[in-house]
């Protein structure tokens, strides 16, 4: 049975995921030192990058592992608010999205799919968190869906129960302000098996499986 | 630069990584209660296997992640000793090898190359740890070589100083005999920065990166 997924999902101290307002500037909305501690984030597998291979980059590579399709909120997508008003919008990441599979953009404006020569494609749907994984199941082929982010989309799919496993990492980094992860999720833990370690950076990786 | 990289490699608290004698009921030599913390080594990818996504399975994925080729003891092979009597044998793995890329087979005894449909072939070698690195660049295109065990053919290449990464694990369980790794390897980890966690099987995961 596929799973659903979140990978990498960087949370400070006091429960917050990313800054309130996404700008052109600040695509995590000023949020952006829950990164400082890691130096990026290694999707694409340990040999991506120079030496060290370090334990937080072999965590973090698990991202792609056997992932069909992505599910994110607008908010990873682009900075604009409200309709569409310039379709020449593509996204943050160029001609080479880092994806490489469908990925479903949840908005309530609707747009034509975009596609991409590296197996990329963005579908912008408007539905809930349920009809939402439906639509990425079709598109994962049988494999996994990930639930890409941000903090507010993660959360809305873990107060649906629809997480099978989270990675998350705990950053040692008060931040004060922004989207928190947690509103709403009282006892969410229970649900989960969960696993921690940590690692040289005073990062703490969290496997969260869900209870069958 | 590509990297030569040790992966998965277990150890007991008393150092050792293998049994002595190699049989086709015990292709680690008896020493297989060091994988009974662990259920199995998740080399091709955390989807590969049913629920729960471990940090054990999430560490030992990184295997295969860049790798262009192997390296690997005779033993590792088979465990024929000697001249070769039966070429039938064209090791454990059936007609579905794992690696998927070109294995060097370090052999006093030549031997016609084997070649696998899903891109694994084995190339009969009788050369120096260097040496065989050298071909086996030759053979990666470029990409990363992982040296496969078993022990003895991995304390070569770290007694050559030819290792740039080790993933080694270490299980708590005392085997009191086999073969071990540490044999000549006095003050080895000067060589190293090393990093280690812990997780909740009690194995203990070290990543071994050489200084520059």
Redesign the interface.
């Known amino acids: 049975m596929a799973?659903t997924?979140v990978h990498n999902f960087f949370v400070s101290l006091d429960g917050y995921s990313a800054g309130e307002t996404i700008t052109l500037d600040k695509p995590i909305g000023g949020a952006e030192r829950l990164f400082q501690h890691f130096d990026g984030r290694v999707i694409e597998?340990?040999?991506?990058v120079d030496?060290?291979?370090?334990?937080d980059r072999?965590?973090t590579?698990?991202w792609g592992?056997?992932?069909g399709a992505e599910i994110m909120g607008r908010g990873k997508f682009g900075p604009q608010t409200g309709p569409w008003t310039d379709e020449e919008w593509r996204g943050w990441w160029g001609d080479e999205p880092p994806f490489r599979t469908p990925v479903v953009v949840l908005t309530h404006h609707a747009r034509e799919s975009i596609s991409f020569d590296n197996g990329t494609s963005f579908h912008f749907v408007d539905a809930t968190p349920a009809d939402a994984l439906e639509r990425a199941r079709d598109l994962a082929g049988g494999?996994?869906v990930r639930i890409g982010g941000g903090a507010s989309t993660v959360r809305q799919f873990l107060q649906a129960d629809l997480i099978?496993?989270m990675?998350l990492v705990t950053v040692p980094i008060v931040l004060g302000r922004g989207v928190s992860i947690w509103d709403g999720l009282e006892e969410v833990q229970d649900r989960f098996?969960i696993?921690s370690?940590?690692?040289?950076s005073g990062l703490v990786?969290h496997?969260w499986?869900?209870e069958?």
Chains 1, 2 share one sequence.
């Open positions: 799973r997924r597998g340990v040999h991506a030496d060290p291979i370090t334990l072999a965590l590579s698990t592992q056997g992932i494999k996994d099978d496993f990675h098996a696993e370690t940590t690692t040289k990786h496997f499986n869900r069958r």
